[in-house]
């Protein structure tokens, strides 16, 4: 023990030897200045509430947590897609295919499940348990290429496909492979979905931020101009463009016109176009129907460079738990191909059954199969449900003072603007905090509701905003409206009532 | 178009526009350099070979690849323990837990399984499509605690677990915690699994190595001091030390009094101490158990900060695909646990079904279940076979020229040292290559078993190696074997016959 003291006070001569090595000071400081607010102080505290509301269930002014922070729809009691967990379950224990358990089965089970686990029970030999090519099973990707084909009506290739972990792990994987300096710049919209601009400080890049605009969230290709511009004379080696579409958090839809423009733009401007598409389904109005940038990028004829990421998590699937996705490469480099496959090699592969549910996701039942009115069932009870929500709640928040908020033409959530009194302003800058974030915590200490604030996606300065999604289920959705109702008139009576500064 | 050239020149003026934004010579430079053999040449080589054979089945000397460069036992036919899988059956489908099914579902599955899908479905309020929380189920956390502390006799706390998708995931997020700086070291075997060299070259920190010493694979204390203060001489900040037990790809296994030599090693120098345990239930000696890291540093009451990692993906469960694990942080800084969790949030959660099979990793059926005694019976026919086969192999080796092999004491591989010809020696170098690279190569298209180079894990300066498992099963061993020495002794032999320079 002497010669371990010996050596100690020889590495820290001067005594101050910290107790750890692994510390605030000593840890990699761009993880430590990331931000990633889905997940931040609300929710955590929204954790603890639950945790309360377990042991007293009387010592709050609400029974329960309502977890509108994060698109989870499960967690809301959507209930998962029948066929989709019939294969799943046929594919993890498939003795229930044996000769002599079929029969068993069969009255469980219907034959067009039992025959799609089968077939893909034979894409990996029978053996769902082992890993796969790291960018997926082949025979997945030649689906989400045919899926993608039919979707735009261009060629796809299988092997410009890549299965992820959720479109999450995607993003952060192509975001490395632009990430080659600290002078590297990717542009991204404001208000944006915090896995970028988490990432980007991760990966000690610069965000370069455009301003969508509120009154119906296109985007103006003069503002991304004159952000790259900006950017571009500070030095920045901007290479890359973010679009999230349909639009987290504003839960806008870009309209084709739209989307040509932004092409052209990244064109022009040699940047790598970055199409986050994970809502393309959720689709609310006629005014504005998804496009796919793969589509545009196709009828342009562009050269540009396109990644597109897709998700099971999102849509009318919602299986965020699995874990699957895909991204498509569009006119990427051929080496940079390879690199891709060597990064994905060394996570090994993304998870089996989150594949397989890609597959059913491009590939669902089809007219004449035995599940296909279950599932087109399915999926149009939670698609209307979805959009009644969406407008029911947009009605709401527009019928309180000091608030607006657009429709939702797609995505699932809102974001309604708040014009805070100029005292509750004040008080929440002598707090040191964002008034949106102190509106948002005082909203979960009254009702449970747990809803993101808007300077965790960023917002055009000195505007208010938070996101919630639209997912609590009906039967309970007159109750989380008044409930929220009813803390934003108090919220807004007591302050209007107060003396102005 | 004119304006867009002309933009296009002004940020290019010299006329050397590239075609492409994301190249080899623009990207992340740290990706470029990385290299991973696990997957590298050689079996992308195995992969075009296996296409080959789908279509021109006589077109080579051999009928089929024996995949031996990976640790994926159920592409080898290991059947997956059944209680598994009929558990992870019925969460996916819970419908059959209804009262319509539930009868018909008892004619299929065992009465313990049923109950333990409706406790681990209970687990997530039966939501199996929802995220969780980012760090895991809860509930699964504890029953990790438990199964840790009954391993090895010392208390363990479930917010020090955070559950992962595999052992890689969390290997990766650990050393991103670590590197602050491209000053930052940390020592790795040699040789060592490629994950290690991999991650830290992305993360653009110094891999410092030490060598194990060939003759048992133990650690010597002064080769990692001598390593230690070369590098720290030389200005390298170095901060933890990997340690991978049983070891990978040696099969080497560590003595408990190693271990406490190398935990007390880090303490006296102040290292993070990261131990990768995935392969803590392949034991094939008694005079080399398994001891875990945390169990000597609870037993020396040390305070060194240590990260222990686990794996469904090894063991007898050798669920690859599925994705899932933990670690255990241990002496862990409070702030760093909250970091730590921040930067899990972002990727949102590790994928359910993963979760749920550590859980039953860790708390599998107990004697008296209805399906303890299948349970037993399946792990131990695994267990037994894998030490026949390891023993078999490393017979095989040994019997041949040039070759050298210790046995298996863990995990699921052999590194056998080749002592090749100065002819073949200095063949591969006019080719430009590392020799054991030529040889694994021309065994793959001689044989189509595919193993890897030991240069893809280092090995000791003038040494050869390479690394196969022994995971082809045991109807095809004897093949597997002869193919393999037939290779090897007519390589020797043509090179030995061939004249010396």
Redesign the interface.
């Known amino acids: 023990m002497v010669?371990?003291n010996a050596?100690?006070s020889a590495?820290h001569p001067s005594g101050t030897?910290p107790?750890?090595?692994?510390?605030?000071e000593?840890?990699?400081?761009n993880?430590?200045t990331?931000e990633?607010a889905?997940?931040g102080a609300i929710p955590i505290k929204a954790?603890e509430l639950r945790e309360q509301l377990k042991t007293q269930p009387n010592s709050l002014p609400f029974k329960q947590i309502t977890p509108c922070n994060?698109g989870?729809?499960?967690?809301l009691?959507q209930k998962?897609l029948?066929f989709l967990?019939?294969v799943?379950?046929?594919m993890?224990?498939?003795?229930?295919l044996k000769p002599e358990?079929i029969e068993?089965?069969r009255?469980?089970f219907p034959e067009d499940a039992i025959e799609r686990a089968k077939r893909n029970l034979a894409y990996?030999?029978g053996?769902?348990?082992?890993?796969?090519?790291?960018l997926g099973i082949h025979e997945v990707r030649q689906n989400v290429a045919r899926f993608i084909e039919q979707r735009d009506g261009f060629p796809a290739n299988p092997n410009s496909i890549c299965l992820t972990?959720?479109a999450?792990?995607a993003v952060?994987r192509v975001l490395?492979?632009?990430?080659?300096s600290p002078n590297v710049g990717v542009m991204i919209p404001i208000p944006q979905y915090p896995?970028y601009t988490?990432?980007l400080t991760?990966l000690n890049a610069q965000a370069i931020p455009y301003y969508l605009q509120e009154e119906d969230w296109q985007l103006s290709i003069g503002d991304l101009e004159g952000a790259l511009a900006k950017a571009?004379s500070s030095g920045i080696d901007v290479?890359?463009l973010v679009v999230i579409n349909p639009g987290n958090p504003t839960g806008g839809c870009l309209l084709d016109s739209n989307i040509a423009e932004i092409v052209?733009f990244c064109?022009?401007?040699?940047?790598?176009l970055l199409a986050d598409e994970v809502y393309q389904t959720n689709i609310y109005t006629e005014t504005n129907p998804f496009v796919s940038f793969k589509k545009i990028v196709s009828q342009l004829g562009s050269?540009v460079?396109l990644f597109s990421f897709h998700s099971i998590?999102k849509g009318m699937i919602?299986?965020?738990?699995?874990?699957g996705g895909y991204y498509e490469a569009v006119?990427?480099?051929e080496?940079?191909m390879g690199?891709l496959f060597?990064?994905a090699?060394?996570?090994?592969?993304?998870?089996?059954?989150?594949q397989m549910a890609v597959d059913i996701m491009v590939n669902p039942p089809k007219p004449g199969d035995q599940s296909y009115g279950l599932y087109q069932e399915e999926i149009d009870g939670i698609y209307q449900s979805l959009k009644r929500r969406a407008k029911k709640l947009a009605e709401a928040f527009n019928s309180l003072p000091n608030m607006t908020c657009n429709d939702a033409q797609g995505a699932m959530y809102l974001f309604p603007k708040i014009e805070f009194p100029q005292a509750f302003i004040d008080e929440a800058k002598q707090l040191g905090q964002s008034p949106d974030s102190v509106y948002c915590m005082r909203m979960l200490e009254s009702t449970g509701i747990s809803v993101v604030p808007g300077s965790g996606f960023g917002q055009y300065p000195g505007t208010f905003h938070f996101r919630s999604t639209f997912l609590p289920p009906e039967s309970l959705f007159d109750e989380f409206i008044n409930g929220f109702k009813h803390f934003h008139t108090d919220f807004m009576g007591r302050y209007s009532s107060s003396p102005k500064i």
């Not at 064109?267 to 790598?272: F, G, K, T």
Request: net charge positive; charged share 20%.
């Open positions: 010669t371990a050596t100690a590495a030897r107790s750890k090595v692994l510390t605030l000593s840890m990699n400081p993880i430590r990331m990633y889905v997940r954790d994060i989870n729809p499960q967690q009691n998962p029948t967990r019939q799943s379950a046929l993890e224990y498939a003795d229930l358990m068993t089965t009255k469980l990996v030999s053996a769902a348990g082992a890993y796969t090519h790291s972990s959720g999450s792990g952060e490395d492979m632009l990430i080659s896995l988490a990432t991760r571009r290479r890359a052209q064109e022009r401007e040699h940047l790598v050269q460079e998590s919602g299986e965020c738990g699995r874990r006119n990427i480099d080496q940079i690199q060597k990064l090699s060394v996570s090994l592969c993304p998870n089996v059954m989150g």
